[in-house]
């Protein structure tokens, strides 16, 4: 039978075998409304993705402007309510312009596609999203990455290579799967000694972190530190999308160059309309940001007296680095068991051997799940001693 196959399916089978036998294989849990599950694996950080304004905002920008946006933005999808929360983005991002994106993903590569070409160095920090990289190898621009947070190592790569063409240093703002914070003000110095430009993508940060949850760069690091600013309406603001922020050239020329952005139908206007809902509550109930604040210091607090592996972050991303694919596993399937779940990070998202929980913290978590998830974690650390 096998051998009769035809090469695709014989393609398909070999490469399904390979990941099984690697103990990788991934399943996607369908969940239903009224999941039983306590969600501390998502990225909903201040729980506005659940609030009924949000989903009320959604609602009435499809009656005003339908439920798709019928066309890409420079054909006849550009919308009034995408122009409003362009310009809300910018604000909040303390930039001249901002550009809305369909996802995360597409403004990584839409951004790297348009900046760079196939002579341009790209310096990514080892940790970066796989969006980063893969928009590094869609404009066929080389990428060198330099040792995580490691000033020095970047230092040397951009050293290596004069300055003679533009050159562009990428990084997260937070790591998404560390929840460690890049040195912006270190990254900035650095870039402006070699003459690079500097792209931070602060997915994770935005709406966490910063004064008025403007991210890590945001407010404090102007265009002329941070040129190129990446954020994601998916995450702590609750909706979907993205946007790349900057100088009115940047944005122009995306607006012209960025393929990703040229060839695709504008976000739904209900998105655009319940990401704007977002903002007006991220700016009027900073009570949330506290709240997640507070749920962080007490997780760790805790965590730390079970002696358990945390990392070095302050971010809602609480990583418990437990090293092997197995050991992994059965530590998600037992907090599963008890009625919470948490990513289960493998390889190749993260390094092999540095295989982890992928905890995370939202200001929507009551002290009830809290205790749950800690009591969990105990008894997983107690199983393991006996
Ligand atoms: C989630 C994420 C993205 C992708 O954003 P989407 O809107 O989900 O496509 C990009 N960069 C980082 C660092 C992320 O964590």
């Keep these: 039978m096998s051998e009769r196959a035809d090469p695709w399916s014989r393609r398909l089978a070999r490469r399904a075998e390979a990941r099984r036998g690697e103990g990788l294989w991934r399943r996607r849990p369908t969940l239903a409304p009224g999941d039983p599950l306590i969600d501390f694996a998502g990225n909903d950080y201040l729980g506005l993705a659940r609030d009924p304004r949000l989903a009320e905002a959604q609602a009435e920008g499809a009656r005003r402007f339908g439920a798709g946006a019928r066309a890409s933005h420079l054909v006849s999808g550009h919308l009034a309510v995408h122009e409003a929360l362009e310009q809300r983005l910018a604000e909040l991002t303390g930039r001249p312009r901002a550009l809305l994106f369909s996802t995360g993903y597409m403004a990584n590569l839409g951004t790297l596609q348009a900046l760079c070409d196939r002579h341009t160095p790209v310096f990514q920090d080892r940790l970066n999203h796989a969006s980063l990289l893969d928009g590094a190898r869609l404009a066929g621009a080389p990428s060198r990455r330099f040792h995580h947070r490691d000033l020095v190592d970047l230092e040397r790569l951009l050293g290596r290579a004069p300055a003679k063409a533009p050159r562009l240093v990428v990084s997260d703002g937070v790591f998404s799967m560390d929840g460690d914070s890049a040195d912006i003000a270190g990254l900035a110095a650095t870039c402006r000694r070699h003459q690079a430009w500097l792209m931070v993508d602060d997915a994770h940060g935005l709406g966490v972190l910063g004064e008025h949850g403007d991210g890590c760069v945001g407010r404090t690091h102007g265009v002329d530190e941070v040129p190129v600013l990446v954020g994601t309406l998916g995450k702590a603001l609750g909706s979907a999308g993205a946007f790349v922020a900057g100088s009115e050239a940047l944005v122009e020329h995306l607006i012209q160059f960025a393929r990703p952005y ?88 993260v390094p092999r051997g540095e295989a982890r929980l992928r905890i995370t913290l939202s200001a929507a978590h009551g002290d009830d799940a809290l205790d749950a998830l800690l009591e969990a974690l105990a008894s997983c650390a107690r199983e393991e001693a006996t």
């Design 262 to 349: 040229v060839y695709t139908t504008a976000q739904p206007p209900g998105v655009a309309a319940a990401t704007l809902a977002a903002l007006d509550i991220l700016a009027s109930e900073p009570e949330h940001r506290q709240r997640l604040r507070e749920r962080i210091r007490v997780f760790r607090r805790e965590a730390a007296t079970l002696g358990l592996p945390l990392g070095a972050s302050t971010t809602p991303i609480q990583p418990v680095v437990l090293g092997d694919n197995e050991r992994v596993m059965r530590w998600a399937a037992r907090l599963h068991d008890r009625g919470l779940r948490v990513g289960a990070i493998r390889a190749p998202t």
